[in-house]
T-cell receptor, first 112, second 114 residues
């Protein structure tokens, strides 16, 4: 299976702290995406990083990708209570970029 | 506003009954997807469609069926053959043919057994 795995499964921090979550995957990819899911809702796309990129920023989000280690990390800086959600990484495959494989997610709780 | 609409939000199934979950998008996307999410887990792909009148099985297609008669619609039927249907079902769409594009998700349908 190509499915990614996030680490940690759960993370609890205080507002204002940074949150780092990691994703590992098994096979070669074209790109890796991070999504956010609020409880009982659909997923919202946060950021996409291509396989030839090493780092990408979007607002308070910073994503890194290490294809040699088949891993990615998502950093949320200066976290807010509203960042409380589950975060998933999703990868496609070099042989089928129309299919996506999701990890099991990191549940982030930001305490006010 | 463009987006994906899933209905109903909650659905209950009786033993031996087939139920159909609706997914409609007005984003003019060619590709559409159905995922199943169990508590505390990630998404698993049930079926996906890249074009009207064509669809492919995902990783857990057994007990499910789909149709893609219109570009904007991709309904999922949970058949009586699916013995453990209780889950959160998510529909997504994606623009194709323009490189790496993200998926857009609906707000899901929660299916339970009566």
């Amino acid at each position: 299976s190509q499915q990614g795995e996030e680490d940690p499964q759960a993370l609890s921090i205080q507002e204002g702290e940074n949150a780092t979550m990691n994703c590992s995957y098994k096979t070669s990819i074209n790109n890796l995406q991070w999504y956010r899911q609020n409880s009982g809702r659909g997923l919202v796309h946060l950021i996409l990083i291509r396989s030839n990129e090493r780092e990408k920023h979007s607002g308070r989000l910073r994503v890194t990708l290490d294809t040699s280690k088949k891993s990615s990390s998502l950093l949320i800086t200066a976290s807010r209570a509203a960042d409380t959600a589950s975060y998933f990484c999703a990868t496609d495959g070099v042989d089928n970029f129309n299919k996506f494989y999701f990890g099991s997610g990191t549940k982030l709780n930001v305490k006010p | 506003d463009g987006g994906i609409t899933q209905s109903p939000k909650y659905l209950f199934r009786k033993e031996g009954q087939n139920v159909t979950l609706s997914c409609e998008q007005n984003l003019n996307h060619d590709a559409m997807y159905w995922y199943r999410q169990d508590p505390g887990q990630g998404l698993r792909l049930i079926y996906y469609s890249q074009i009207v009148n064509d669809f492919q099985k995902g990783d857990i297609a057994e007990g499910y069926s789909v149709s893609r008669e219109k570009k904007e619609s991709f309904p999922l039927t949970v058949t009586s053959a699916q013995k453990n249907p209780t889950a959160f079902y998510l529909c997504a769409s994606r623009e194709q043919g323009v490189g790496n594009q993200p998926q857009h998700f609906g707000d899901g349908t929660r299916l339970s057994i009566l």
